[in-house]
């Protein structure tokens, strides 16, 4: 590939932990594994990934080290460089100490898996204890459930529809969600990443 860039653009927003682009049209060629100064990603689900564009700029503002390279290079009038893989930051940014209670986080911590059937995909929320019996909106009293046994719960108890949780709901820790997102590699890995992701550590109960 060759390509030409303008080096002297601004780099990425400041907030790393935020930074990394989400959208797909960036990172379908090249996307570069964005690492913390202690050398694990920033996140795992979604994977903390830049467009190599924004790693080379980065880069050449001195706000990450690259410690991996494709073999693929980019052009500026005067440089070529090869297109990082693996960037770490120079600042370490401090991880989220507690997890946000979001839709996404809650589907996370359940695995993206029906917490009375089992099943995957057509996901929504239930309140195990219904709001209509006092039940309140917690990590404690909602869980991933499939359209079908939600609609069979309405606003039942679980003893009156026969259902069981496959677990009890907890708040989770924000490295237990971590630790749940190994679980769930992107599409693409590039074999440069492997070193960094620990797939094969163990995971927390």
């Given at each position: 590939?060759?390509?030409?860039?303008d080096?002297?653009?601004?780099?990425p927003?400041?907030?790393?932990?935020?930074?990394?682009?989400?959208?797909?049209?960036?990172l379908?060629?090249?996307?570069?594994?964005v690492?913390?100064?202690?050398?694990?990603?920033?996140?795992?689900?979604?994977?903390?990934?830049w467009?190599?564009?924004?790693a080379?700029?980065?880069?050449?503002?001195?706000?990450?080290?690259?410690?991996?390279?494709?073999?693929?290079?980019?052009?500026?009038?005067?440089?070529?460089?090869?297109?990082?893989?693996?960037?770490?930051?120079?600042?370490?940014?401090?991880?989220?100490?507690?997890?946000?209670?979001?839709?996404?986080?809650?589907?996370?911590?359940?695995?993206?898996?029906c917490?009375?059937?089992?099943?995957?995909?057509?996901?929504?929320?239930?309140?195990?204890?219904?709001?209509?019996?006092?039940?309140?909106?917690?990590?404690?009293?909602?869980?991933?459930?499939?359209?079908?046994?939600?609609?069979?719960?309405?606003?039942?108890?679980?003893?009156?529809?026969?259902?069981?949780?496959?677990?009890?709901?907890?708040?989770?820790?924000?490295?237990?969600?971590?630790?749940?997102?190994?679980?769930?590699?992107?599409?693409?890995?590039?074999?440069?990443?492997?070193?960094?992701?620990?797939?094969?550590?163990?995971?927390?109960?």
């Open positions: 590939m060759s390509a030409l860039i080096i002297s653009e601004t780099a927003g400041g907030n790393f932990r935020t930074a990394f682009t989400r959208a797909p049209a960036g379908k060629q090249f996307p570069a594994l690492l913390n100064a202690d050398y694990r990603p920033l996140s795992y689900y979604p994977l903390s990934l467009s190599w564009q924004d080379v700029k980065a880069a050449f503002l001195d706000r990450v080290d690259i410690v991996a390279e494709y073999d693929d290079v980019v052009r500026s009038p005067t440089t070529v460089i090869r297109i990082p893989s693996v960037v770490v930051l120079r600042d370490y940014v401090a991880p989220r100490k507690s997890a946000a209670f979001t839709r996404f986080n809650l589907f996370l911590r359940d695995e993206f898996t917490q009375y059937c089992g099943a995957k995909g057509d996901l929504t929320f239930d309140h195990v204890v219904p709001r209509a019996r006092g039940g309140v909106t917690s990590w404690e009293n909602v869980v991933a459930a499939c359209g079908r046994c939600n609609l069979r719960k309405g606003s039942k108890s679980l003893k009156q529809v026969g259902f069981t949780l496959r677990k009890a709901p907890r708040r989770p820790s924000a490295p237990q969600l971590m630790n749940l997102g190994r679980k769930f590699p992107p599409n693409h890995l590039h074999d440069s990443w492997m070193d960094f992701l620990y797939w094969d550590a163990e995971l927390e109960a």
